[in-house]
């Protein structure tokens, strides 16, 4: 455990942003799943949900959650499924 002030500040810091990132990270894989069930589904509002999910992909992306180029490919594995369907 740190014993200066500052350091046990940091503590508490990076454990709050950890669980604001699970939180992001945990949405953001629901909608990914829900978005690739829609397209294996066929359901009618397919490009809604990938979209949605499309948009939480860049939002993890500019928060650092997710590296540029990983999501990218996710991106663009969704909207491939989504043109192939």
């Known amino acids: 455990m740190p014993n200066i002030k500052s350091a ?4 508490k810091v990076i454990a709050a942003k950890t669980l604001q990132n699970k939180a992001v990270r945990s949405d953001l ?3 990914i799943k829900k978005a690739e069930l829609a ?4 359901a009618e509002d397919k490009s809604d949900v990938v979209r949605a999910a499309i948009k939480k992909i860049d939002r993890a992306a500019a928060k650092g959650i997710l590296h540029k180029n990983c999501a990218s490919r996710k991106k663009s594995g969704l909207q491939l499924k989504l043109n192939r369907a």
């Open 39 to 42: 397209l294996v589904n066929g």
């Open 29 to 31: 894989r629901t909608a």
């Open 8 to 11: 046990k500040k940091r503590v």
